[in-house]
C-alpha cells in the first residue's frame, strides 16, 4: 500500500480550514478530505463529546452508530484514554461496536479543544492492519487544525 503524503494533507487540510470557526463546517470538509485522500478507508468521520457520551457528527461512508458511550468500543476507549487507538482486527477487539460490518480495521484519534477532550476522529478500512504509526502522526497533527491554541502576542 503506498504510503500516505501527510505533509501535502496538512497543506491541503490547513488551506481549507483557514478563517472557518465553525466545527461542523470544519469537520464536514475534514472528514471528507480524509475519506477521498486516504487508501483503502470506508468510514472517516467525527465524534463529539456531548453529554458524557460520543455523539456521532459529520463524516464520510456508510451509516454510522449515533451515540457511543465512553469507554465502549474502540472510539469509546480512544476517548476515554485520550489517546489514539489503531487496532488492526477489529473484531479481536473486545467489545468492538460493529456499525459497519465491512470494516476489519480501525484508528480512533482524540481531538481536543483548549486542552479539554472534544471528541474523536474515526476511520475505517476493510483491510486488515491497514493503519501505521505513521498514519497515526499524520492523523494526530491534522486534529491539531480544528481547534488550534491561540497564540500569544505577548514579546519575551
Known sequence: MPETDYQLLQEQAAALLAGETDWVAKTANLSSL????????????????????????????????????????????????QTT?????????????ACDSTSNSEIVVPVFKAGQLWGVLDIDSPELARFSAADQAGLEALVVLLFPAPT???ED
Open 34 to 81: 480524509l475519506f477521498h485522500s486516504l487508501p483503502a478507508v470506508n468510514f472517516a468521520g467525527f465524534y463529539r463529546l456531548k453529554a458524557g457520551e460520543l455523539l456521532l457528527g459529520p463524516f464520510q461512508g456508510r451509516v454510522a452508530c449515533m451515540h457511543i458511550a465512553l469507554g465502549k468500543g474502540v472510539c469509546g476507549t480512544a476517548a476515554q484514554r
Open 85 to 97: 487507538v489503531i487496532v488492526p482486527n477489529v473484531h479481536q477487539f473486545a467489545g468492538h461496536i
Open 152 to 154: 500569544s502576542l505577548t
